[in-house]
């Protein structure tokens, strides 16, 4: 009987143990191994790159392409920090503890939120051969309660395997204003918006510094970079004058751009000629059926999107310039691929700031297009409607979170002159992120070492594909692969494909399983479940088999009470924090929790006359509070998704003061309508200084931007020039939590998997 993967032409590849190394022999060790550039996007969909069959304006990744290799059938894990723990350890990342967000600790050995000792990263196991590792950019394997500038260090880059680190720390960050940490510190941003700073720029730039670096000092060993952007998750941020560039590109809608890009990856060879599109996805209205100005609103904030993608790829042009400029090209493998597919989290109808409606603050499409010239710059949060993502994830169905092959098959580009000499081939082979560290290790010749700084290792769980960059017949692995996100499942083996969508809070036994034949039907449009229903349960057993093994048991999908007990656990029975001058910017994970609460800051000062500025600010543009001096007088500006409930206080400021605070109480009940209110009172002096009640408070979200004393690093939380540092003297801040916090769990589990 033939074994192997028939390619596009029919043809049978060879077995693994039938075939031979292909790879030179000279690369056993260190000496001569290839330098590893990988280029990691967030939420790119499978079409998004121009080589995909997308309009987008990527020439440099199509280069890169033209240079070397596409695959059609390469896979990740549906979410962002799954995929980077399997991409980083060569597991799947439920057996690593990495289950599905790094923001959450459940308890159970898969669902952790860091990545396990036991496994080791590429980083670990590259400097042990020899290499120096650098890594930009996103990082989001290890909880954000342990981000702050106490550490642990233990899970940040430098403490797996990486020698320098710029970048963030968390899932998303503002691309004008960011988070910045070098190392183990956090930094100021090197500019402003005004200034034309844009993070993407700022990453390349550290990029070619740190192999610049290398070069210099250690030319005689290889080097391993990881470049890990924000974009293209929200906020979508790029230059204005890109995003005008976009608007008639996608002025027909995305019916249109479906079927338009569809033909396009028929006519490049990347999906079988067969392939059809599947039906729109739930919820998704055709374009025709949407108002002119929903239609405009729509091209805007895709307009966006393809913007910031754009505006990446000018960076790796850059970045590939200067490898060529210092001969270092030929010799550098470079990887460009995706984490997931494109994101379900712009909702229907998309949004501009899609932070309010966290708190009972809901973006209405009058006010959506009142923001319309905001897109894209700073102070927006903008994410794309559910018909724009589902056009970046043609031909497959759903979204990011679904383990359909919208959410988990995304591109892999990869050219490396030296040793690959296909251009511009496609490879149909699966593949999946647990498998690239497997492969890029036999591609050096290195060995899985039995321990990692005295830990003993779990064995690589990937099966290298390296076989494939030279070999168009190469077969898949022949392990099954299983897929699970927030109860979402799925199997792959041998060409097959089994997989079912979970609604939240439904019987994980009422499941609808569906089969597909990926071979033959590359957009899961026919579902063979009723016709082969004796295959369909071999694969749903072979599922059960995996995920006992790998820890995905037990499957939970209680987002409300798995959210709100994790909120509690971080901050434990804390109830106090003290800030001291000094102080730097505080992670918002590591920030007073003042959601749904009541609470009184108290800060102590000194006034030598007309001081002003800001006392403590929590956020930036999109949502946070403040509380701040200006013209002598005391003002809290609560920013619920830019809409702002201001309190000011009734007298000036008397320069004898020396506390300035405010008390929130949090009501029981409003007089009218369900939701729960506030009163925030300012105080001078411990005393009333007027007052403001409202029923806005934040429900489930401060903001993702932490917290920063005597001065806003941000954009601005209120209406002032950021960052507005008080002139006075500021001893210290305090806040004091009252004891009556009631988190809506399902609402937290919302928020997070929302900057997820």
Known sequence: METGMRNEHGKVGRTVAESTPWWPQSLKGPVGSPNILLILFDDVGFSDFGCYGSPIRTPAIDRIAAEGIRYSGFHTTAMCST???????????HSVGMGCLANFDSGYPGYRGKIAREAGTLAEILRGTGYRNYFCGKWHVTPM?????????????LGRGFDRFYGFMNAETDHYTPELVQDNSRVDT??????????????????????????????????????????????HQAPRSLIDSYEEVFATGWDVE??????????????????????????????????????????????????????ADQQIARLVEFLERTGARENTMILVLSDNGASQEGGPLGAVNTLGSYNFQEESFKVKLERFNTIGGPGSHANVPHGWAMASNTPLKRYKQNTHGGGIRDPLVISWPNSIPARGEIRHQFAHACDLLPTLLEVIGAQMPEQVSGIPQMPIEGVSFARSFNDTLAPS?????????????????DGWKAVAYHAPGASFDEDQWELY????????????????????????????????????????????PRFAENAARILGDRRQFVFHKGVGHVPTDL??????????????VELSGDDSGVLIAHGDATTGYVLFVRDGYLVHDLNLGGVHEIAVSDRRIPRSARTLGLRVDRLKRAPAGDALASRYTLLIEGQVAGSVYTQRYFK????????????????????????????????????????????????????????E
């Open 145 to 157: 309660s342990e981000a702050g500038s106490t550490g642990p260090f233990d899970g940040w880059p």
């Open 190 to 235: 090197p500019g402003t918006f005004e200034t034309g700073y844009h993070l993407t720029a700022d990453l390349v730039d550290h990029a070619i510094q740190f192999v610049a670096d290398h070069v210099a000092q250690r030319p005689d060993l290889p080097w391993f970079t990881w470049l890990a952007f924000g974009a293209c998750h929200a906020p």
């Open 477 to 493: 692995k022949a392990s099954a692969q299983y897929f699970e996100m927030f109860g979402h499942r799925g199997i792959w083996h």
């Open 258 to 311: 479906r079927e338009v890009r569809l033909a396009s990856q028929k006519d490049m060879g990347l999906v079988p000629q067969e392939t059809r599109l599947p039906p729109r996805n739930a919820g998704v209205l055709a374009w025709d059926e949407h108002t002119a100005e929903e239609r405009r609103l729509f091209i805007r904030l895709q307009s966006a999107y393809a913007a910031m993608l754009d505006h």
């Open 517 to 560: 034949h990926l071979d033959r039907d590359f957009s899961e449009t026919r579902d063979l479940g009723m016709d082969e229903p004796g295959r369909l349960e071999t694969l749903k057993r072979m599922w059960w088999r995996e995920a006992k093994k790998h820890k995905v048991l037990p499957l939970d999908d209680r987002f409300g």
């Open 83 to 93: 995929t980077r723990a399997a991409l980083l350890t060569g597991r799947n990342h």
């Open 591 to 604: 920030a007073p929790d003042v959601r749904s609460r009541s609470y009184t800051i108290e800060a102590s």
């Open 700 to 755: 489930s979200l401060i903001s993702w931007a932490g917290c920063d004393i005597g001065c806003d690093r941000g954009t601005p939380v209120g209406d002032y020039v950021a960052p507005f540092a008080f002139t006075g003297k500021l001893s210290k801040v305090v806040v004091t939590l009252d004891n009556d916090q009631q988190l809506d769990g399902d609402a937290v589990g919302r928020a997070e998997l929302s900057r």
